[in-house]
C-alpha cells in the first residue's frame, strides 16, 4: 500500500509536471482540443494507441480472454484490422478536411453537407454514447486501486481527479505526450507480466472457436461495432486532425499497427495463461472476470504488479482524457457554438469529468459488453461518413433522421439484448439514411 501510494503519487507529480509546462503556451481552442495542428507522427501514432487501447484491454480483454478463450483475441483483432483498412483509406481524407476548413470537433465535418442541426444532434449523441465508455476507465481504476485496500468509490474520486487536472491544465498537447510515455511503458509492463504469467503457470489455455460463448451470432454482434471503431468514435477522429504533416499519416498508421497488434497478442495470452493456471489448480477459478488482473496483481511481486497497476491506471487516464477533451470540444463548438471562448471550453472539461465520476459509481455492466454498447450507439456516423466521401446525395433530412433515428434504435435494440441486435442496428441506420437521402431529393436539397 505506502509503495503503490508512492508510485501513485509520482506519477501524478510527473504528468502535471508535463502538463503544466505544456499550459505555458497560448491556449486557443485549436491549440487545446487539436494541439494546434503541430504533432509529430510519432507522438500521434502512440497517443492514438494510447487512447485507443485502454482499460478495457487490460482489465476487460484480460477477464475476456480467460472466460471465453481464442474468441477473444480474434474479436480484437478482427477490429485492429478493420482499424488499419479504415484509417488507410479515410485518414489523409479526414486530415485534409480538417485542415483545409480549420475543423476542431469532429462534428463540423458534417455541418456543410448534413447541417447544423446534424451537427448539434451527433454531438448529443457522441455525448450519450461516450460518457459510459468514458466511465469503463475510472471502473478499471477503481478495481486496480481495490487491490491496494483503497474503496471503489475513494478510487473512483482518485481516477477522477487526475484525470480532469491534466485535462483542464494541458489540453490535447499534453495529453498526448503523456500519452506516448505511458503508451511505451504499457508495452514494457504487458511483455514482462506475459513472461511471469508464463512462467508461473506453466502455459496457455486459448480453448476453441466457436465455442458456447462464442457461437458466430455472439461474436458478430459484438464485433460489428468494434470494427468501425476508427470512424464512429470521435475521440479517435478527432485525432487525425493534430498531425502535423500528411506524409506522416503512413508512418502514423504503421507504428499504431505494430504496437496494436504485439499489445492485443499479450494481453490475450495473459488471459489464456491465468486460465491454464485455473485448470492446473494453481490459480483460483474466477467468475466475475474483470477482476482476474486483480488477482493477477495480487498474487506477482511488488517489483511487478506495481508496474501493472500502474500502467492500467497509464491506459485508463488517457482514454478518459481523451474522451473528456473530445466532448468538450463537441459540446463548446456543435452544441453551443462558442468557436473561440476558451473559459467555455474548460467549463465543459469540468462537467465532462463530473459527469464521468457520477456513472462511474453505478458501475453498471461489464467492462467489455459497456464498450461495445457504447459502440454500437455511435454506428449512426457511418452512414454520414460514406455519404461524405463516397456519395454526392443526402442533406439535412439525410443527417438529422440517421442520426436522431439511429440512435433511438441502438439504444432500443441493446435495451432488447436481440442475439444480432448490432447487425440490426447497421441495417437500419442505413435504411434511415437512404430514406432520408429520398426525402432530401424530393424537396430539393442536398445541404443545408
Known sequence: MPQFLILLSLYVVIGSVVVMVVARRKQTQEEYFVGGRTLGWIVTALTYAATTYSAFMMVGLVGLSYGTGVGAMIFELAYLVATV???????????????????????????????????????????VALIPYASVQVIGLALVFSTYGIGFVAGVTIATIIIFIWVFLGGLRGVAITDALQGLFM????????????????????????????????????????CFFA?????????????????????????????????????????????????????PAIQDRDTVTVELIGRIGAYLSLPLALSIIFASVSTSNSII??????MTRDVFRMRTSMIVGRIFTF??????????????????????????????????????????????FAGVLTVAGGAVLAIVLNVLGLPLGSVYTFAGIFVLYFVGVFIDSLIGKKSV
Not at 472457436?209 to 459484438?222: A, E
Not at 469529468?353 to 454506428?379: K, M, Q
Open 231 to 283: 470512424l464512429t468514435n470521435p475521440q479517435v477522429v478527432q485525432r487525425l486532425f493534430i498531425i502535423r504533416n500528411e506524409s506522416g499519416i503512413r508512418n502514423m498508421i504503421i507504428l499504431f499497427a505494430a504496437f496494436g497488434l504485439a499489445y492485443t497478442l499479450i494481453v490475450c495470452f495473459i488471459g489464456f495463461g491465468a486460465k491454464f493456471g485455473t485448470i492446473q489448480g494453481i490459480f
Open 85 to 127: 483498412i479504415i484509417l488507410s483509406i479515410y485518414g489523409r481524407k479526414i486530415w485534409r478536411l480538417g485542415r483545409d476548413n480549420g475543423f476542431v470537433s469532429p462534428m463540423e465535418m458534417f455541418a456543410e453537407r448534413y447541417g447544423k442541426l446534424t451537427e448539434g444532434l451527433g454531438a448529443v449523441v457522441a455525448f
Open 351 to 396: 462537467v465532462m469529468t463530473l459527469l464521468v465520476f457520477v456513472f462511474s459509481l453505478s458501475r453498471p455492466d461489464y467492462l467489455v459488453e459497456l464498450s461495445v454498447a457504447s459502440s454500437r450507439i455511435l454506428l449512426v456516423f457511418v452512414p454520414l461518413y460514406f455519404g461524405l466521401f463516397h456519395w454526392k446525395r443526402g442533406g439535412v
Open 187 to 226: 508495452m514494457l509492463v504487458a511483455v514482462l507480466v506475459l513472461w511471469w504469467t508464463g512462467s508461473e503457470f506453466g502455459g496457455f489455455e486459448l480453448s476453441t472457436f466457436p465455442n458456447k460463448v462464442w457461437t458466430p451470432v455472439f461474436f458478430i454482434n459484438l464485433t460489428l461495432p468494434w
Open 325 to 330: 477533451l473530445t466532448l468538450s470540444s463537441m
